[in-house]
């Protein structure tokens, strides 16, 4: 089944305590991303990556890092969490770009306490 | 800078009634636009993009350059249309560091369809 997965589903951690969401899609997908959503502000885009090692900011990047060393797989990594990085983040791949449609993930709850 | 604007958070229809959700958009070149939608405890998945010019579950949506809106609507609104909408532009920023590409979501609409 052509999917997007994210491991883990929900994740309690504390503050400054590195934490890696992994990311992976069978789709060979092009472009990958990663969202955050919040109540009232919707969904923020934290990072993109258009092929192997290329990646770039989105909106909101202060705070997380990505990498994208092979095609299928796009992880998030918080190197020091704080309480304002508690979210629901979502990964998402597309075949060649924006343009084209989103295929989510289903969504790592992260609570930093 | 590009920027999505849906103004109602919560929308609240009867079934059977026409239905509306608004989407206004600011983008200096020409834009892309789709709706998203997410069912309870659903992943979010494309209901329709506006290239496309389709009609998805009975809602479209029409890009309006001069007033620079893609509303969504449906003339019957059914109970399982109920979900939150998100409106969202695709957009090529050109800045000092080069090009970089955006995805831009509104910050949603919750329609509720009441039976």
């Known amino acids: 089944e052509a999917q997007v997965t994210q491991n883990p589903r929900y994740l309690i951690t504390v503050t400054g305590k590195k934490l890696t969401v992994t990311c992976s899609q069978n789709m060979n997908h092009e472009y990958m991303s990663w969202y955050r959503q919040d109540p009232g502000l919707g969904l923020r885009q934290i990072y993109y990556s258009m092929n192997v090692e290329v990646t770039d900011k989105g909106d909101v990047p202060e705070g997380y890092k990505v990498s994208r060393k092979e095609k299928r797989n796009f992880p998030l990594i918080l190197e020091s969490p704080s309480p304002n990085q508690t979210s629901l983040y979502f990964c998402a791949s597309s075949l060649l770009g924006f343009t084209y449609e989103q295929y989510f993930g289903p969504g790592t709850r992260l609570t930093v306490t | 800078a590009q920027r999505v604007t849906q103004p109602e958070k919560l929308l609240s229809v009867f079934k059977g009634a026409p239905v509306e959700l608004k989407c206004n958009y600011s983008y200096s070149g020409s834009p892309e636009l789709f709706w998203y939608v997410q069912y309870s405890r659903q992943r979010l998945q494309l209901l329709l993009r506006?290239?496309s010019r389709e009609s998805i579950k009975g809602f479209t949506a029409d890009l309006n350059k001069g007033e620079t809106s893609f509303h969504l609507k449906k003339p019957f609104a059914q109970e399982e249309d109920s979900a939150m909408y998100y409106c969202?532009?695709?957009?090529?920023?050109?800045?000092?560091?080069?090009?970089?590409?955006?995805?831009?979501f509104g910050k949603g609409t919750l329609l509720t369809v009441n039976p």
């Open positions: 969202a532009l695709s957009g090529r920023m050109v800045g000092s560091g080069g090009s970089n590409y955006k995805l831009t």
């Open positions: 506006h290239i």
